[in-house]
């Protein structure tokens, strides 16, 4: 049993800033990448930034020079430090762990329950 669980979310005025934080938990016996997506109403799930366990970065353009994610691979923690936050980055957010368990031993996505970022102009 794998658990990916965010926190951070929140309402913010454009300008300010928020962290996201994921935490996976459980029979882990590897993680690679890790990342967040994002969905808003209306919407398709998009990629706002990925980190690969050897700490390669990948950003969505939108949010080029705004956020910046981070992961502590001792403690299978991935953030997303978000600055000059804009109404359009109003989303839920989805923390994404391609990983092992112990009992499959195979690659596979799993994902946390969203949490909401609401930026008002």
């Known amino acids: 049993q794998v658990q990916l669980v965010e926190s951070g979310g929140g309402l913010v005025q454009a300008g300010g800033s928020l962290r996201l934080s994921c935490a996976a938990s459980g029979s882990i016996f590897s993680i690679d990448d890790m990342g967040w997506y994002r969905q808003a109403p209306g919407k398709q799930r998009e990629l706002v930034a990925t980190?690969?366990?050897?700490?390669?970065?990948v950003y969505v353009d939108s949010v080029k020079g705004r956020f910046t994610i981070s992961r502590d691979n001792a403690q299978n923690t991935v953030h997303l430090q978000m600055n000059s936050l804009q109404p359009e980055d109003t989303a839920v957010y989805y923390c994404?762990?391609?990983?092992?368990?112990?009992?499959?031993?195979?690659?596979?996505?799993?994902w946390g329950q969203g949490t909401q970022v609401t930026v008002s102009s």
């Open positions: 980190i690969a366990s050897g700490g390669r970065t």
């Open positions: 994404k762990a391609v990983l092992k368990t112990r009992a499959t031993m195979f690659w596979a996505d799993y």
